[in-house]
């Protein structure tokens, strides 16, 4: 008989328990600037490392809460998904109503690392991404019109 498992995972859990021990390895170089980002993420809501608003009732002092400050990183899931739903929310008026299509386009293990360090040739490589859309929803592969294009790079 089958058995089959449903666990729930965060992204702050994984980089929780394997971080160090991907730091630690020889091979792996990982620029300051990484650090910093996945350290804030890993302390985010802690109220020891980032600090916290303590709030109490005037009435009755004793009675108070914490709230532990955010990193406010768009690596965060917690605090990226709420910059991120903030920022759609202010251009969603822009854009005109019509159905689109998200197409992620990955960049494979071998170029990670001449991107990581050329962060120029991503225009690039975006301009090749926007081309090869355009010419599919010119076969019309895709009744939407419209697209938007963003840059993950983790």
């Excluded at 990193?71 to 109503?97: H, M, Y």
Aim: aromatic letters at 14%.
């Amino acid at each position: 008989m089958e058995q089959t498992f449903s666990y729930r995972f965060s992204i702050k859990q994984i980089f929780q328990e394997h971080w160090d021990d991907y730091l630690s390895s020889p091979q792996n170089s990982v620029p300051d600037y990484v650090v910093s980002t996945v350290n804030k993420m890993l302390n985010c809501r802690n109220p020891q490392k980032l600090g916290y608003h303590k709030y109490a009732c005037p009435d009755h002092p004793e009675e108070y809460i914490v709230v532990p400050h955010s990193c406010k990183s768009r690596f965060c899931n917690t605090c990226g998904k709420i910059l991120t739903d903030q920022w759609i929310a202010k251009v969603e008026k822009d854009f005109p109503p019509s159905s689109f299509h998200h197409i992620c386009f990955t960049i494979p293990d071998s170029l990670r690392l001449l991107l990581d360090k050329n962060r120029f040739l991503l225009n690039c490589l975006f301009r090749c991404c926007l081309k090869n859309h355009s010419l599919l929803l010119q076969r019309k592969t895709f009744p939407a019109s419209n697209y938007l294009c963003f840059t993950h790079l983790w």
